[in-house]
Each structure stands twice: as C-alpha cells, then as structure tokens.
C-alpha cells in the first residue's frame, strides 16, 4: 500500500487554480474571528499595562500617554492643516507638519467631523486600524503557508517589543494594515484593492514607496508565471496589475510634489526633513556608531533592546531571503529595513519604526512555531506577549525621550 507523504503545513500552495478560497483556509468566520479577539485582546492587555506602570503622581492621562510626541503633531495636521510654507525658530528652518504624511490625519479630520473629539478620533482611528492590521497579517499568513502560522505571525507582529505604538496616535497601524492587505491583495490577485491600499500606504509613511516596489515585483512574478503556464491570466489582468502597481509607486512622489508646490521649492520636504528635523540617509552609518557604543559602554535596557531588536532583524531578514519567502513579502521587507536602518536620527525611535518592518522580520519565527506543538507555540508566545507589552507601556511610561 502506498501512503501519500502529507504535506508540510507550511508551504504555500503552488497552483491558485485548485487551491480553496482564502476565506475557507483561513478557517471562515470562526478562524477570523479568533485572530480578531487575539488582536483585541493585546490592545487591551496593553492599555492596561500602560495604566498599571504609570506613575501614580504623574499628571498625564492614559489617554495623554497615547497621544504623545509624534500625536501631537498628527492632530495638529488633522485639526489646522498643513502650513503654508517653511517654519523658522531663531532665524532657522524647524521642524513642521510637512513631515507626516496625509491619510491618518485626514481620517481624523473625519472623525472629528462626525462629532468626536480630535483625540478621541485619533485614538480611534489608530485602535481600529490595529484591530484591522491583525486580521489582514492573519489572512496573509493563511495565504501564504497555512492558518498555524497565520495565528503565529498575528501574535509576533501584534505584540513585538514597540507594539503599544499601535494603539497610539500615530501611524504605524494604519501603515501596517495598508501593507498587510495590498500584500494578501496582490496574492489574491485582487489588483484594485492591492492598488488602493498600496496608494493608501504611500500617503500613509514615506516607506510606503516600499509597498508601490513590492508590488511592482508581484506583477513581474504573474507576468514570468504566466509565461510559463503556471497561471492563466483572466481577461485584461495584467494591465489591471500594471495600474495597481503604478498607482502605489505614485502616492509618494506626488505627496512630495503638493509639498514642493506649496512651499514654491521642488525639493521642500528633504529641506524639512534635514534641517528642520535633522534627519538624513547616512547608509546606516549612525545605527552602526550606536551600536558600537551601546556594546562598549551602554547598560539601560531600553539600548540593549534597541541593539538586540535591530541586530535579530537583519538575521531574521537575511535568514528570510534564503529561505526563499514570497518575493513581494520580501522586497517589501527588505526595502523598509534598509530606510529605516539607513536613515540617521533618534536610536530609540528604531524599535517603532521597525513595527511595520518586522512583518517580514517575523515571518521566520512564526514557521518554526508552527511546526512545534500547540503547547510549547502558545508558551513561547505568551512569553514574547508578555515581554513586548512590558517594554512598550515602559517606553511611554518611565522612558523621558521621544519614542
């Protein structure tokens, strides 16, 4: 008698023509479900940890903790709008608004026009996003390898070491559930979503030009598939791909162009950037001399984790390209790695802006669990739960500096 050797609860499907539909991999209504209380469920448990470390005699809120630094200028943008030109301090070029891109505020602005309160709308826009980015990693993670490592990878991302960004005023959310869903989109070959959420992403973060390159890479894949009769393509796809992709590579440079235009100098945005904000690319030079010097010499945790967290990225990013993950994941990934690590600025701001990164990053560790027992996975999980929301309420409770 011969047995059919089972196959590995990992590997993705190779023919999109026999396999089952999303919704029923992912184990319907019930599977989704269960990934969408996993994400409430951290939100809320990260809430809580944020108010049980808030220091008892600290004037600031809950709700204010969540609305700091970056939140501040968010629902500046949101409620007045983008200034007319360059701001000065001193006789300077400062920082301004021009720096954050226009999709999360403007959703704000469209709370507040059904009658919430600015930060009430803020608070919310980010929460439901969050909510939204672990159902889509969920169902990319089913559309990929299987509904084990979907829930692996819901986890992993949703509550990494600066996940409490998530349920902040700021835009790592929204950015993440644009990422996930043009990503699964663009698998799915459902080209009009993947072209609104991969536009949506590029007005969102200017890593949002990752997700329009990753895309492009998703319809050369269809295209060489095709070619080589691995796929048949419905009628006018590929050019329905081609738009999807452009529209996503155009969301970045036409933000930059409004800039441009409304300041009246092309190149207006890096001007802010640089000398408003002092951010540049030195090609990772400075992540390399805070690296150097944490090692010799640091000792605080929130560096040691810094160090640790950049340096397991980039393993976990190169252990992800041998291990031959789908090529639009990986583009995606690699290129966000290389702005966020590339760009000069606060060390310590590198743990959240790695939050969208680590989609790619985590995509490693959730096979592996998904190849041990339910037990040890859901152990190791609650571990990296536990820890994930012990640093981000740190961060925002006893950590002084921006995040």
Not at 2 to 8: D, E, I, L, S
Not at 332 to 344: D, E, F, S
Request: charged content about 10%; glycine content about 12%.
């Amino acid at each position: 008698m011969t047995v059919a050797a089972p196959a590995h609860l990992d590997n993705p499907p190779t023919d999109a023509g026999r396999k089952p539909r999303l919704w029923r991999r992912a184990g319907g209504l019930r599977g989704v479900a269960a990934a969408f209380v996993v994400v409430a469920a951290l939100r809320c448990a990260q809430l809580g940890a944020v108010w049980a470390m808030s220091p008892p005699d600290s004037p600031k809120t809950l709700w204010q903790r969540l609305l700091l630094w970056d939140g501040g200028w968010l629902l500046d943008v949101a409620v007045n709008g983008y200034p007319s030109g360059y701001t000065y301090r001193d006789g300077e070029i400062t920082g301004n608004g021009f720096a954050f891109f226009p999709l999360f505020p403007l959703l704000v602005r469209g709370g507040t026009a059904l009658g919430l309160p600015p930060e009430a709308a803020s608070l919310l826009t980010a929460h439901l996003a969050a909510l939204a980015a672990g159902v889509l990693v969920y169902l990319l993670g089913v559309g990929l390898w299987g509904r084990r490592v979907g829930y692996a990878l819901v986890v992993l991302v949703c509550a990494q070491p600066m996940a409490v960004v998530l349920g902040m005023g700021y835009t790592e959310s929204l950015f993440l559930a644009l990422v996930a869903g043009a990503l699964l989109a663009a698998h799915e070959r459902v080209w009009w979503a993947a072209g609104l959420a991969g536009l949506g992403a590029a007005l969102t973060r200017p890593t949002g030009a990752a997700v329009g390159v990753a895309l492009a890479v998703a319809v050369l894949l269809l295209w060489w598939r095709s070619r080589r009769g691995e796929v048949t393509l419905r009628r006018y796809e590929l050019p329905q791909a081609v738009t999807a992709a452009g529209l996503a590579l155009a969301g970045v440079p036409l933000f930059l162009a409004w800039v441009g235009v409304r300041v009246g100098e092309w190149d207006a945005w890096f001007t802010v950037q640089t000398r408003g904000w002092g951010t540049t690319f030195d090609f990772g030079k400075g992540v390399l001399d805070f690296i150097a010097s944490a090692v010799l010499g640091g000792e605080g945790v929130v560096e040691i984790v810094t160090v640790l967290l950049i340096v397991v990225a980039l393993l976990l990013a190169v252990y992800a390209a041998g291990e031959r993950v789908w090529p639009p994941l990986l583009v995606y990934g690699l290129i966000a790695l290389v702005l966020v690590l590339g760009q000069a600025g606060y060390w310590h701001s590198k743990p959240r802006l790695l939050v969208p990164v680590l989609l790619l990053c985590c995509v490693p560790l959730a096979r592996g669990l998904a190849r041990v027992s339910t037990g040890t996975s859901v152990v190791l999980l609650m571990m990296w739960s536990a820890f994930g929301l012990w640093f981000g309420a740190h961060m925002i409770t006893v950590w002084p500096y921006t995040i």
